[in-house]
């Protein structure tokens, strides 16, 4: 079950012109800076405290490892529990999902809405 949205992935060109500009100029604040192999990613949010956060992506790296995703428009990602049921759910729904896979935040997979907009779902 879907139970909030965490986080909306922005993909960026230049990750740290993008952190400038979100912290330097909106006030938000850096809650992670976190780097896996080639990837690196950063969580930013109005507070440390805040329940939904931005992470900034590179839209050059996430276009390699995942060609079919629509970098144009943000991605939303959403908490759930039971994900393995969920994702089994989704595929007998006919839905187009990516493949569930562990990363350092938990199990995760992405799925796509009928106009190929892209979501993810993260087991928190």
Do not use: C
Request: hydrophobic share 45%; no cysteine.
């Amino acid at each position: 079950m879907i139970q909030q949205i965490g986080q909306v992935m922005l993909y960026v060109n230049d990750q740290d012109a993008a952190v400038a500009f979100w912290t330097e100029k909106i006030g938000f604040v850096v809650v992670a800076d976190n780097t896996e192999a080639e990837m690196r990613w950063i969580e930013i949010a109005p507070t440390k405290d805040a329940q939904t956060s931005f992470v900034l992506h590179n839209k050059e790296m996430i276009a390699k490892m995942q060609p079919e995703l629509n970098l144009a428009t943000p991605s939303i990602m959403f908490y759930a529990d039971n994900i393995t049921e969920m994702y089994q759910d989704f595929q007998t729904k006919g839905i187009k999902v990516g493949d569930l896979v562990m990363m350092p935040m938990g199990r995760v997979f992405n799925f796509a809405d009928h106009e190929n907009n892209y979501f993810a779902l993260v087991e928190k």
